[in-house]
């Protein structure tokens, strides 16, 4: 047991959280820690094959490819906008959920 795992248990305790439903709290932490493991839209660094998601698929090229002629230059802030309101399209939304707002500042749009 390492000294964040002690000091959350002594807090559960002193709130009268059972022994039981503490060792379920933490198995679920442990779980969604785990390297590769997805957390809402994000995915925890150093899963087994890669930390990057692969390259989004040839239609998911082409959303972005259209969002980005629409919006010019600064279609990546607009992107990270419509995402955080939730209002972007269907397939630019799915992006988000499988690749996150990390991969979009790293990602290059290639023409062609």
């Known amino acids: 047991m390492n ?21 379920q709290i933490l198995a679920e932490i442990y779980a969604k820690a785990q390297p590769g493991a997805m ?33 010019g230059h600064l279609w990546k802030a607009e992107l990270r ?8 399209e269907p397939e630019l939304h799915r992006l988000r959920n499988t690749h996150g707002p990390t991969w979009l500042e790293n990602y290059r749009l290639t023409i062609g």
């Open 39 to 71: 957390v809402g839209p994000f995915r925890i660094p150093g899963g087994r094959d890669t930390d990057q998601p692969p390259e989004p698929d040839p239609k998911q090229q082409a959303a972005l490819a259209a969002f980005a002629a629409l919006h």
């Open 81 to 88: 906008r419509q995402w955080e309101a939730a209002s972007a």
């Open 3 to 23: 000294d964040y795992e002690r000091q959350l248990r002594e807090l559960w305790t002193e709130a009268g959280v059972s022994e039981e439903r503490q060792n």
